[in-house]
């Protein structure tokens, strides 16, 4: 299957300030990408969707000001969390797609903890 | 709108006892459905992709099957290394990203 890198692993951060992360396709052009959080023994919650060189859709819910998502290029798609709260604390996972497949290939997650 | 249910929620086995999980779905004209792996911790591992009603895919000590309604993951004498959280997803033509389920949490007891 292709490969998505997804970086940092875990990272931890003051209260205040801003995380990004990093989604790269290592093997594919992912022309479609996605950015999920996941709560403890819980599903996937899809946050946004991000088709390359354009503007991010995101999820009922979810500010948009609060988690920015670049896609400018067709193998690297960045989720920025600024002004981070305890709150904001979760598991966050990118998947990428990209043609003519309709399956997604998943990142590794990247556990954020904010104290 | 499209939307997956998953059963068991969770699902306890004894090594090389075999069984088979749930996903219910309805979408409006499906594009695929997906099984994922997911281990505590780290990202999905995608497993298969299923398309139309009557195919059936194998991997190791799994296979997926699929109807109009419903995909069934059969797991054949399991092994503890089964261990994880399966998770089924389906993409429809009215969206652009895929609807997962809960979830099935599988433990294999050697």
């Known amino acids: 299957g292709a490969v998505v890198s997804q970086h940092p692993s875990w990272v931890i951060c003051k209260s205040g300030t801003s995380v990004k992360i990093e989604c790269r396709s290592l093997?594919?052009?992912?022309?479609?990408m996605f950015w999920y959080r996941q709560f403890p023994k819980q599903s996937l919650m899809l946050m946004a969707t991000?088709?390359?060189?354009?503007?991010?859709?995101?999820e009922q819910g979810v500010e948009k000001d609060k988690f920015l998502i670049n896609h400018a290029s067709l193998t690297l798609s960045t989720l920025t969390v600024t002004s981070a709260h305890p709150e904001d604390s979760s598991f966050y996972i990118c998947?990428?797609?990209?043609?003519?497949?309709?399956?997604?290939?998943f990142g590794q997650g990247t556990r954020l903890t904010v104290v | 709108e499209d939307q997956v249910t998953q059963s068991p929620e969770a699902l306890r086995l004894q090594e090389g006892e075999s069984s088979s999980l749930n996903c219910s779905y309805t979408?409006?004209?499906?594009?695929?459905l997906f099984w994922y792996r997911q281990d505590p911790g780290k990202g999905p591992e995608f497993l298969f992709t299923?398309?139309?009603a009557g195919e059936e895919k194998e991997k190791e000590r799994l296979k997926a099957t699929l109807t109009k309604k419903e995909s069934f993951l059969h797991i054949t004498a399991p092994k503890p290394e089964d261990s994880a959280t399966y998770l089924c997803?389906?993409?429809?033509?009215?969206?652009?990203?895929?609807?997962f389920g809960a979830g099935t949490r599988l433990t294999v007891k050697p």
């Open positions: 998947s990428a797609r990209g043609l003519p497949n309709t399956e997604a290939f």
């Open positions: 093997d594919f052009q992912a022309t479609t």
């Open positions: 991000s088709n390359e060189g354009s503007k991010a859709t995101y």
């Open positions: 979408v409006s004209g499906l594009r695929g």
């Open positions: 299923l398309y139309s």
């Open positions: 997803a389906v993409h429809g033509y009215n969206n652009n990203d895929m609807r």
